[in-house]
Structures are given as C-alpha cells and as structure tokens.
C-alpha cells in the first residue's frame, strides 16, 4: 500500500491503495485455507472487505479485533510520537531562547573586556606621563635648589666684595683726612 502524502498530518493516513492482508489456517501448502482482508484506510472509514472460504464468523471477528487492536496500538504510538515531537520543538525553542541569551551575554562580556583594556591602556598611559611629571618636577626642584645656592653664593661674594671696598674706602679715608689734617 502507498501512503498518499498529501493528507500526512494530524488526522488519520489515507492509503491511496487497498491493504490486503493474508493468513493460512495451518494446514498444508497445497491444502491450506487461506482468507483474505482488503483494507481501505481511506475515505470508507475502514471498510473491510473478507474472502473466507471456509473460515467461520468468530474467527474473522477475531483477527478483526487483532486488527483494530493493532490499529490503536500504532494509533498509540504515533500519539506517543507527536508529543515526543512538541517536546522535542518545545526543548528546541527553550534552547534557541538560551543561546540568544547566552550569546547576548557574551556580547556584553566582550564589550566589558574591551572597554577594561582600554581603560588599562589609558591608566598605564596616564601612569606614565605622572612618572614624567614627577621627574620633570625633582628636576626643576634641583635646578631651583642650585638657583638658590648660587643666589646664595652671589649675595656672600658681594657682601664680601663690599665689605674689601668699605676696607678700602675707610683706608683711603683715613689717609685723606690725615694729609688734610696736615697743612
């Protein structure tokens, strides 16, 4: 039998053929009674159609109802399926969610850790101009020191130097008044 694929879906398949199904009884190969369903699983609702020559009523609503057994049984199974399926669908959609988030978040890592190491450059960058700046300042704090010494040194030599001239003056003074004082 074909499965006719354009009616696959919730509902029941649709055959686009008869299934026949056939039994032997048990006895001989030549003698065997043999019987003989035609299943429609299409739009006739199940009909069975049955050759039995020679096979009583009850044993064909035996295998009958092996068959509408078997038939829930697959029923079962393909309910089984489908919800196995919207599991599955539902797992599917709960883990695209997870990994939109998951990748959300290590987006936002990354931008973190992007945004860390340049403030990493920027505080080595700025550690570097304060070093610069401490030594450009011990530097001009000894060459102040030096200004002060040599301003220091300068103020003595002139101290000293006025006090030779005053020396002097006083000096030349006591002699100018001496030869003045002489007439």
Excluded at 30 to 53: Q, R
Excluded at 103 to 116: G, I, L, V
Aim: net charge negative; aromatic share 2%.
């Amino acid at each position: 039998a074909k499965l006719d694929q354009s009616r696959v879906g919730p509902g029941p398949a649709v055959y686009e053929e008869p299934l026949t199904v056939s039994t032997s009884s048990g006895r001989g190969a030549n003698g065997g009674a043999t019987k003989t369903w035609n299943l429609s699983m299409g739009g006739d609702n199940g009909a069975v159609d049955h050759d039995s020559p020679g096979e009583s009523g009850a044993a064909t609503h035996f295998n009958m109802d092996r068959l509408n057994s078997t038939l829930k049984q697959r029923d079962g199974e393909l309910s089984s399926c489908k919800s196995q399926i919207r599991q599955l669908e539902a797992e599917r959609l709960r883990l695209a969610e997870e990994l939109v988030a998951l990748t959300s978040k290590a987006d936002k890592s990354e931008e973190a850790t992007r945004k860390a190491d340049q403030a990493l450059k920027e505080l080595a960058n700025l550690k570097l101009r304060h070093t610069s700046a401490l030594e450009l300042m011990g530097e001009r704090d000894e060459e102040l020191e030096e200004v002060r010494a040599d301003l220091q040194d300068m103020k003595s030599m002139y101290k000293d130097q006025i006090d030779v001239l005053l020396n002097k003056l006083e000096a030349v003074g006591v002699s100018a008044s001496e030869a003045m004082a002489k007439p």
